[in-house]
């Protein structure tokens, strides 16, 4: 019984650390989880490509529990291999990514299928259980899962709007070497700025992306001590809009073929390196293996 789910990256407009109201826009990074189930066992056996972080590995055993429990299958154990390209600990939403591809996975494996919000709501449960996320961060599964751009209400676990942008951008993403966990991420620090974010809920609302991005990018790296210099460099670059992604450290900048040389050449000074991708608007899906 082996399954295989393939999932995508995302990157912030609005973070909801603060509100509980978030958006997020889809990257086509993406992560690939297999399950093989195991019958009669208990344990779950974890093997992440490129990474050993324990972090990632009790998200992986959270996340295929979650689905054998709901559905059931509580005798059987399994083994997990994951491999991607998302930045682990900076702010891209590979825990989201994980974590939809896992559940996928197991899904598949079981061949099984679930309704969509009951797959993601599998795998916010798991976040939330492993310790990776604040408010579930339902918004970031959601772009992960659908791609494009998603805004959401994360307490409710409602999606409030889903947008496919007509125009042909590109991302520009500064990963700087560092790494930033949400687990450790102090939320008072964001919620003094709560009606900021608000705000810049409200301009997504109103399709204004780019200038809630804005907003949200300088309030998130005043907030969290992070340098607001790369976001102001993109955007005098030609970027349309730019953000600290998540809690960072990575900076994301959204813009027209034509000035993706203009934002790189403004970050090459920085440490660290610069990832070039697409926003995604393929859904995540499950393969069973036979």
Known sequence: MKGKGIAFGAVSIVNAIATGNGAALGIQLKTEAEVELIHNSNEIDVKI??????EDKTLAKYAVKEVLTNLGYKDYGAKVVTKSNIPIGK???SSSAASNAIVLATLAALKMDLDDLSIINLGVDASIKAGVTITGAFDDACASYFGGLVATNNIKRIIEKREILKEDYHVVIYAPPDKAYTKNVDKTKLQVFNSLFKEAYSLVMRGEYWE????NGLVCSTALGFSTKPILNALLAGAKGSSLSGKGPA???ICHPDKVNDISSAWSDLPGEIIYTRINYE???????D
């Open 251 to 253: 900076i994301v900048a």
């Open 91 to 93: 702010g891209l939403k």
């Open 49 to 54: 490509i490129g990474s050993d972080y324990e």
């Open 212 to 215: 809630a991005m804005i907003l």
């Open 283 to 289: 859904k995540a899906k499950a393969v069973v293996i």
